[in-house]
């Protein structure tokens, strides 16, 4: 197992990563003795006692400062409710997500709408701390709670002609205020290719720290693929569609030249009015002073997903 | 003449204004989660809102007759000045922490920046010459060279435009705004060509 080569012991100070340490670490023991986790054991619970990182799920953070919760449920796009970052929280106050519903469709043999709870009872709930970057260069860090996106595409057992899958947030305009602006084309949509979809890292959640998803952040189930842009990361989903075709994402529709379908955080490939080389990252505490940091190659997963684009040209797969 | 220094001396209190409400944000730490990128826009906006300001003065003084305001007309055009001076600095030592390699690409390769770096620039030489001495000693050039803010006014615009998402309501409103002050000069001068014809 491959531990987070920037990562030392000594750097695990901040109360907050202490705090989802522990939390996430009762994930994994209960996850890890209804073996859902083969490979990782008690040890793990030993070395974090021990001021070491647990050698299971390497691409959790336990090391990288936390964004407060405030500020990743207080500073989002979502276009849905408002256009401007802190417009979302105030807006979506209201927004009742409850019930809900999603429809699957396509080339799947379970097609069908589904409740949502239903959908997804059994899944192996886990909490995943992931960095999330922004196309707009500044990001976060941010512990998802949810399971794997494999976990629910395999209950519904796409048929082997499906190489993608398509996403759709809910269009409602009397609940999502902002879509009686035609600002972008609704519904929202994002899509992933299947072995994208499939990868380990690829993420439904339902929840962010340790609470359910709030409103402004897409409850009640959003994607979370930490290896791209922000923007793929769809929110409050109501359709699942599997297709042999690459699917219609929206910010490539609304600007094809500026944004592609991949959206794969990539330092070396600007943004055509903006460099992608580095970040700002919000983290603990708001301060004039953080310095921009670089930002990294598939947002620092490489190890985990650069093989999917083996061969790929990423400056025109961008 | 008294009366018109209090009148001065309370218009510059209301220029600085925004900056006092930015600091008092700043010591409740409400500046968002991004607080850089906060001050970035809040300067950057009201530098061009000070341009249009600015801007508006000589219509408003010929359609309701007030040649009185032309006397607050240069600390107008010194805030904007000092606003957009915020901003570039806020740019260079808070966003790009003096990293002037990055600013070197930045204004070459972002043309969003370029026009923004160019306005800023055109800016300098005129806040420079707003003493009384300047104006003396540049005689009719002097109109000439102030005349650069309808370009600087055009280049800020284009400058919000360019860096927008997908939203382009809010500047398009700014540069509706400063495109109709620059019509209503076009049509002073057509108007006064025909006088003199």
């Known amino acids: ?318 | 003449m008294k009366k018109l220094f209090w009148v001065k001396a309370a218009l510059v209190i209301l220029a600085a204004m925004p900056v006092a409400i930015l600091f008092y944000r700043g010591l409740h730490d409400d500046l968002s989660a991004d607080p850089v990128e906060y001050i970035l826009h809040y300067t950057g906006i009201w530098a061009l809102r000070f341009l249009l300001i600015t801007l508006a003065v000589t219509p408003l003084r010929r359609l309701f007759n007030l040649p009185v305001l032309l006397r607050f007309r240069r600390i107008l055009g010194v805030t904007a000045w000092i606003y957009a001076s915020l901003h570039f600095g806020v740019y260079l030592v808070l966003d790009l922490q003096f990293d002037l390699a990055h600013l070197g690409e930045d204004i070459i390769k972002r043309p969003y920046i370029t026009v923004g770096f160019l306005a800023w620039l055109l800016m300098t030489p005129l806040a420079l010459t707003s003493s009384n001495r300047a104006v003396k000693a540049l005689g009719r050039r002097w109109k000439q060279l102030h005349r650069l803010i309808y370009i600087i006014v055009l280049l800020a615009c284009l400058h919000f435009i360019w860096l927008v998402k997908a939203d382009l309501l809010e500047p398009l409103i700014y540069t509706a705004i400063a495109l109709i002050l620059l019509f209503y000069r076009l049509l002073q001068t057509n108007r006064h060509s025909k006088h003199s014809e």
């Open chain 1, 1 to 318: 197992m491959k531990f987070i080569p920037d990562c030392h012991p000594n750097e695990v100070t901040d109360e907050d990563i202490v705090r989802h340490r522990r939390r996430f670490l009762k994930n994994a023991g209960i996850l890890a003795t209804s073996g859902f986790l083969p490979g990782c054991d008690s040890r793990a619970e030993e070395k974090a006692q021990h001021n070491q990182k647990p050698d299971c799920k390497p691409y959790n953070l336990l090391c990288e400062e936390v964004t407060a919760e405030k500020y990743a449920t207080s500073y989002n796009n979502f276009y849905e409710f408002s256009l401007l970052k802190d417009g979302p929280a105030r807006l979506a106050k209201d927004f009742n997500p409850h019930p809900w519903e999603v429809k699957v469709a396509g080339l799947v043999e379970q097609p069908g709408t589904y409740d949502l709870e239903k959908l997804i009872a059994g899944l192996p709930n886990e909490e995943r701390i992931y960095r999330f970057r922004c196309v707009e260069a500044w990001s976060m860090v941010i512990p998802w709670n949810g399971f794997a996106l494999h976990h629910l595409i395999r209950r519904l057992k796409p048929l082997s002609s499906a190489r993608y899958v398509a996403f759709e947030t809910l269009y409602d305009p009397n609940r999502m205020p902002n879509q009686h602006r035609h600002v972008i084309p609704w519904p929202y949509r994002e899509g992933l290719r299947m072995d994208e979809a499939m990868n380990e890292l690829a993420f439904m959640a339902t929840g962010m720290y340790g609470k359910p998803l709030p409103n402004q952040n897409g409850a009640p189930i959003r994607l979370v693929v930490p290896w791209k842009y922000g923007f793929k990361s769809i929110k409050s989903i109501v359709a699942i569609h599997f297709t042999d075709k690459q699917p219609v994402n929206s910010w490539h529709q609304i600007a094809p030249q500026e944004y592609g379908f991949y959206a794969n955080v990539n330092p070396a490939v600007d943004h055509p009015r903006w460099s992608q080389a580095s970040e700002r990252r919000i983290g603990a505490k708001a301060s004039l002073f953080n310095p921009r940091i670089k930002t990294l190659p598939f947002n620092g997963y490489g190890e985990y997903v650069a093989d999917l684009y083996k061969g790929m040209d990423l400056r025109r797969f961008f």
